[in-house]
């Protein structure tokens, strides 16, 4: 995903602290939309609230694991505008602009990693000043990137969404991503679901995972948002 620094596969906003990782579970946990959903996305129910006011408004999918201790990009928890420009934006410059004018000081992220640590979901809300900048913010971070294989999201209007697969560096390792955005009032709420392999074998996006994510981060939404 675009707002990530290189080298990381994810998915707000100016103060001075870095961002602040909780060691709980906060968000509400994926529930099943289906008989065939994948293992790893399991049901779940509200977990514990955290600190900022956005803790518990992000989904993340049951059954997935914490990322490493000390990694930014791997962290659940509030942050600062000026925290993610420092620690998990790959476009410091233009992403502290599309803040500033959005108005957007804070965020929430929740990260995590299936059990052969080979899948990655990441969810971040960052809460705009009014809903139209919102929706600027949204568009403003969208821009940044090529789109070419957009997906549906039933039950979902004006989500953004993508799935590619390409080359990471010069590693030769492939990464597939799928990834959805929506606003719900004066919040963006982005979701990306990410996975490496090789060329003998190569990922295929999950966009199953990230439709689900997407469809229980909007009702957590429009349910908690006011």
């Not at 939309?33 to 399991?42: E, K, L, M």
């Not at 930014?72 to 993610?84: D, H, K, W």
């Not at 209007?157 to 590619?164: E, S």
Request: aromatic share 4%; proline share 6%; charged share 20%.
């Amino acid at each position: 995903m675009r707002r990530v620094a290189p080298g990381v596969a994810a998915v707000v906003c100016v103060g001075l602290v870095v961002l602040t990782g909780c060691g709980n579970d906060a968000g509400a946990s994926t529930a099943p939309v289906g008989a065939n959903q994948p293992a790893d996305a399991a049901a779940g129910a509200p977990a514990p609230a955290a600190v900022s006011g956005l803790a518990g408004l992000a989904v993340v999918p049951d059954g997935f694991l914490k990322g490493a201790p000390g990694e930014p990009s791997q962290e659940t928890g509030p942050f600062t505008r000026q925290s993610f420009v420092d620690t998990l934006s790959a476009s410091p410059a233009e992403d502290l602009a599309l803040l500033l004018n959005a108005g957007c000081k804070e965020g929430y992220q929740t990260f995590r990693s299936s059990q052969d640590r080979r899948k990655r979901v990441t969810v971040q809300l960052f809460k705009a000043a009014t809903a139209a900048k919102a929706r600027d913010l949204q568009k403003g971070f969208w821009a940044q990137d090529e789109h070419t294989k957009p997906f549906v999201v039933p039950g979902v209007k004006g989500a953004l969404t993508d799935a590619q697969t390409g080359v990471i560096g010069v590693t030769g390792q492939i990464e597939a991503v799928a990834e959805a955005s929506i606003t719900v009032g004066a919040l963006v709420a982005e979701v990306t679901v990410s996975q490496s392999g090789t060329l003998e074998k190569t990922p295929v996006p999950d966009v199953k995972l990230a439709t689900t994510m997407l469809q229980l981060q909007y009702k957590r939404l429009t349910t908690k948002s006011g």
